[in-house]
C-alpha cells in the first residue's frame, strides 16, 4: 500500500521560506511523478506543481511559478517543495499526490494516492 507523509509546514512571515518534504513508501517511487496540491478554507484543493518520475521535468501553477520549486530525490523517495517569497494567499494544508499510472496529470483527480497534509500559514 502507497504511503505519502508530508513534514516542513509552518508559520511564517511573508516574503520567507519553507521546504516541504514527503516520504514515500509501499512501491517504487521512481516510477511515477509526483504532484502538490493545496487547499486553502473555503477554496478547492488546487495544483501547485508537478514533477516527472525521472525528475527532468517539472511543472507549475502560474500562481506560484519563479518562487517555488519542486524536486525530487529517488533514492531517498521523496519529494520536495522549496517555496521562497512566501505570500499570505499561499497560506493552506498542502499535499503530496502520486499515480497509479504512468504519465503526468494536472487535476487532482489524475492522482490516486495522498498525503494526510501539512499546514502552511503566511502572516502579513
Known amino acids: 500500500q502507497v504511503q505519502l507523509v508530508e513534514s516542513g509546514g509552518g508559520l511564517v512571515q511573508a516574503g520567507g521560506s519553507l521546504r516541504l518534504s514527503c516520504a514515500a513508501s509501499g512501491r517504487t517511487f521512481s516510477s511515477y511523478a509526483m504532484g502538490w496540491f493545496r487547499q486553502a478554507p473555503g477554496k478547492e484543493r488546487e495544483f501547485v506543481a508537478l514533477?516527472?518520475?525521472?525528475?527532468?521535468?517539472?511543472y507549475y501553477a502560474n500562481s506560484v511559478k519563479g518562487r517555488f520549486t519542486i524536486s525530487r530525490d529517488n533514492a531517498e523517495n521523496t519529494v520536495y517543495l522549496k517555496m521562497d517569497s512566501l505570500k499570505p494567499e499561499d497560506t493552506a494544508v498542502y499535499y503530496c499526490?502520486?499515480?497509479?499510472?504512468?504519465?503526468?496529470?494536472?487535476?487532482?483527480?489524475?492522482?490516486?494516492?495522498w498525503g494526510q497534509g501539512t499546514q502552511v500559514t503566511v502572516s502579513s
Open positions: 514533477i516527472n518520475w525521472s525528475g527532468t521535468n517539472t
Open positions: 499526490a502520486t499515480r497509479s499510472r504512468g504519465g503526468l496529470g494536472y487535476s487532482l483527480y489524475d492522482y490516486d494516492y
